[in-house]
């Protein structure tokens, strides 16, 4: 059988995750909560499943009721009324959005630009589309891009930029110039713009998200992504949803209706009954600040460097001093089987390898959770 992609492997999130089961480690690898979403919601979904008629095919775009509510919300935290019937699609996951959004704009032969580290999905779905990725670094130690490298890279054949800010995996945080820097260098060019969005409410130090939705010039190109997994601490729920002009939701819904057509019902329903309740996401970036400064003084006596993290539920550390000759991907899993904590190596967020000596962990825990991991790296010295 002939791959379509045979450089691939199985994800490195589920790979650390059942090392992690297999070994007993504590799971820093894989980005997910280890404690429920809020009781409203899940009272929501309970209440929801038991009301009949809520059992079938939700309309294809997602439920009107779940659509107004995100319209919403987003013209109050980002100035701007999406119109619920067409710029508004519910998807399974932000997974779903991001292969939707590439299987509907991406051509054979097209280039995508992507920063790099990035998510690890972004270059192998732009590759099944006939699409080139074309990687444009980001640097150490704060992985900001470097916008005239941007630059360089557009060419006529960029279809697609794909930017995620709170960035995954290095808690990168896109500010209003950045957007500004970008939307002059896209102004005269016919590049459209995916801005992966789904760590919107963890951002941190007085900081705000910079939503490209938020940005009336960029949006006019843009697809932009969130996921009420991240927000609502239910990533097993898988539902996402894209805000885009009409004419590119147009494009992304022609594809949704052949991917997953709709998504689950009652958990749509359970989601519009929540969404008004603003401080369920109001509080959370005091909520993941407070996860990021109590893991970073934890580690802090340990020899692992944190690089700084700005947003995000993620802390990318350096552990060069600890082990100079081993790669990123043997010192994840012996820091797994040994010392009995499971991180990501960087390496899985690049296309090749890298000499560098980075491993992510995850902060989105209970604080037991973060002090029995810490306590495990401490014998690290
Ligand atoms: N984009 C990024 C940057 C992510 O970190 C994730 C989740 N790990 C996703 C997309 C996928 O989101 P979902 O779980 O809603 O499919
Ligand atoms: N987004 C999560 C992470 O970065 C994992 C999602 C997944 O397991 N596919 O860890």
Not at 13 to 30: K, P, R
Not at 78 to 86: E, S
Not at 217 to 234: D, I, N, P, Q, W
């Amino acid at each position: 059988l002939l791959s379509k992609l045979p450089d691939v492997g199985t994800s490195i999130f589920s790979v650390m995750t059942q090392l992690a089961q297999e070994t007993g480690a504590i799971n820093l690898a894989q980005g997910f909560p280890d404690y429920d979403p809020p009781r409203p919601l899940l009272e929501a979904l309970a209440r929801q499943v038991l009301t009949p008629g809520h059992q079938q095919y939700a309309p294809m775009p997602g439920l009107p009721r779940l659509r107004d509510a995100i319209a919403a919300k987003t013209a109050r935290l980002y100035g701007h009324l999406p119109d619920p019937a067409t710029d508004i699609t519910i998807t399974s996951g932000a997974t779903e959005a991001l292969y939707a959004v590439l299987a509907a704009v991406v051509r054979p032969g097209d280039e995508v630009l992507i920063l790099e580290p990035a998510y690890d999905l972004y270059g192998p779905a732009v590759r099944l589309q006939g699409g080139v990725p074309v990687y444009v670094p980001l640097q150490l130690p704060d992985f900001r891009p470097d916008w005239d490298q941007v630059a360089a890279a557009l060419t006529p054949r960029t279809r697609l930029l794909m930017i995620n800010s709170p960035h995954n995996p290095t808690g990168a945080v896109l500010t209003p110039e950045d957007l500004d820097t970008l939307a002059a260098l896209l102004r005269n060019t016919d590049t459209l713009l995916l801005s992966d969005e789904v760590y919107e409410h963890m951002v941190f130090d007085e900081a705000r998200h910079s939503s490209v939705v938020g940005h009336p010039e960029l949006r006019e190109r843009a697809f932009v992504l969130s996921s009420f997994g991240k927000t609502y601490h239910a990533t097993g729920w898988k539902v996402g949803y894209c805000v885009a002009p009409a004419a590119l939701s147009a494009e992304l819904r022609r594809v949704h209706q052949f991917v997953t057509f709709s998504v689950s019902t009652p958990t749509q329903h359970a989601l519009a009954d929540v969404l008004p309740l603003t401080e369920l996401y109001d509080e959370l970036p005091a909520f993941y600040q407070q996860k990021r400064d109590l893991f970073r003084e934890l580690l802090a006596p340990t020899a692992l460097r944190l690089l700084p993290v700005q947003g995000g539920y993620f802390q990318v550390a350096d552990f060069s001093v600890l082990a100079p000759s081993v790669s990123d991907e043997d010192f994840a899993r012996r820091l797994t089987r040994e010392t009995g904590v499971a991180v990501v190596p960087l390496s899985a967020f690049y296309h090749n390898r890298q000499d560098h000596h980075l491993v992510r962990f995850c902060f989105a825990k209970q604080e037991s959770t973060l002090r029995a991991a810490a306590e495990r790296l401490a014998r690290l010295g």
